[in-house]
């Protein structure tokens, strides 16, 4: 049976983190058939993170869908005295955890930032008006059309704002007037695009694909839809020169802000698998998935 409401299913969420802290799985209630994994391989809640130790940091983005029973958040951790990334899906069956999917994303000295991927953002918290709502199905139309956008190298299928803004591991990675001066020159001018700009002006090439698109949660009230998704990546750009996470997958944890029909905000965690990874999850347990084709065309 699913959760009655939003509250339950985030408290859900800050009791696996404050369990994880603690590295005491036994607070959990948790079904006979619990799956977890972490980065995309199934363990056991002995393992992973659980065998490290781990400090909880305030803060962090929570989203809630009591129609699916599932919650997930983006959070900071410390992680045996190392600034780390954290998400986490959790499934709710009859009171209990089911299933437990968490991403984890340590420091690095490209793009990251602990300290503003874990601060509270109101947006996530915001109900907009009825009239700027859209149904659970239309709001995984428009995410799904950013994905086509990257695979189509073509901003203008995405109904997206000219100043939304696409935050990456707490790196604000497009519309950013001021990028952070370690990166490189070329990355400066990129991060100074909009996110459409940036997909037309082909920043974008060294993507592959994206697959095992899972659209996974929608909160209608707040115009929120969250999925994950697998970004393959060759290993080099379209002039021959080798990306800064070498051939790989990445698994990416995004959400989207959509009001009127139009994308306002899109935060994301992510990390490198080997290349050709596997989630760990079939998405067929996703009812509502859009079809594959369903950007084709216009809006």
């Not at 939003?6 to 969420?13: C, N, P, Q």
């Not at 707490?170 to 996110?195: C, D, F, R």
Request: charged share 25%; hydrophobic share 40%; net charge neutral.
């Amino acid at each position: 049976m699913p959760i009655a409401d939003r509250k339950d299913l985030i408290g859900a969420l800050n009791q696996y983190l404050d369990a994880l802290a603690a590295g005491d799985a036994g607070r959990l209630a948790l079904t006979g058939t619990i799956k977890f994994t972490e980065m995309a391989k199934e363990l056991r809640l002995n393992e992973g993170l659980w065998a490290k130790r781990v400090t909880r940091l305030p803060g962090g983005q929570f989203f809630a869908d009591p129609k699916t029973s599932q919650a997930a958040c983006f959070a900071a951790l410390k992680v045996d005295g190392t600034d780390t990334l954290i998400m986490v899906r959790l499934r709710i069956v009859d009171g209990k955890i089911d299933e437990i999917e968490t991403v984890v994303v340590p420091e690095n000295k490209f793009m990251f930032n602990a300290e503003v991927a874990a601060h509270a953002r109101a947006l996530w918290t915001e109900v907009i008006p009825a009239s700027e709502r859209r149904d659970r199905a239309e709001m995984f139309r428009i995410m799904n059309l950013y994905f086509e956008g990257i695979e189509q190298v073509t901003g203008k299928i995405i109904p997206v704002a000219d100043d939304a803004f696409r935050l990456e591991n707490g790196t604000q990675a497009s519309t950013n007037p001021a990028p952070p001066a370690h990166l490189p020159p070329y990355m400066h001018v990129i991060l100074k695009e909009g996110i459409a700009e940036q997909l037309t002006n082909r920043r974008h090439t060294y993507i592959q694909g994206i697959r095992d698109r899972r659209y996974l949660l929608a909160d209608e009230e707040r115009g929120i839809a969250f999925g994950i998704f697998l970004f393959d990546q060759p290993g080099r750009r379209e002039d021959g020169s080798e990306t800064v996470m070498g051939r790989s997958t990445m698994i990416i944890p995004e959400a989207f802000k959509i009001r009127g029909g139009i994308i306002r905000h899109v935060e994301a965690v992510g990390t490198a698998l080997p290349y050709g990874a596997q989630s760990g999850w079939s998405w067929t347990f996703v009812k509502e998935l859009p079809p594959r084709d369903v950007a084709k065309g216009q809006l």
